[in-house]
């Protein structure tokens, strides 16, 4: 479990640069009115989506099986938990999970649309929300402890 959890923690940076370099990539497109191509708009914008989507799926892992998780919240109860201990057993997945979501309706969105401008669109409203999401629930505490 603890290489999991190490595991998690490090993908976590990497999605976050992919997720910012795909949101910063389609805000430039649409200000710019780029075409959107296959070789570099397409890929960028699919690996922030898989890498996240991966995050997501080490994360529910970790929460069914780590003491943070789902057992925090069963052993002490909602009113038990100080503030950091209902960040990681409740606000981070929950936020992240609802960044996922908005993550992957921006993916489906622009997949939807032919103008490479509603594309980029799509992508950095969507993404961008999510990357808002994920950041203000991160467990910032710990990162720089």
């Known amino acids: 479990m603890e290489i999991l959890k190490t595991v998690h923690s490090y993908l976590a940076y990497v999605v976050l640069v992919v997720l910012i370099i795909a949101v910063v990539n389609a805000l430039l497109g649409y200000s710019r009115d780029k075409l959107f191509t296959l070789e570099k708009d397409f890929r960028i914008s699919l690996f922030a ?42 606000e981070h997945p929950l936020i992240n999970i609802v960044a996922i979501i908005l993550i992957t309706a921006g993916w489906s969105r622009h997949k939807k649309v032919m103008e490479a401008r509603k594309k980029f669109k799509a992508i950095s409203i969507f993404y961008g929300l999510g990357l808002l999401l994920i950041l203000s629930r991160l467990p910032w505490a710990q990162w720089f402890a």
């Open 49 to 90: 989506l898989i890498l996240s989507h991966l995050q997501l799926v080490l994360g529910l892992v970790l929460y069914f099986v780590s003491a943070n998780g789902l057992d925090a919240i069963l052993n002490l109860g909602m009113g038990g938990m100080n503030s950091a201990a209902r960040l990681l057993a409740l």
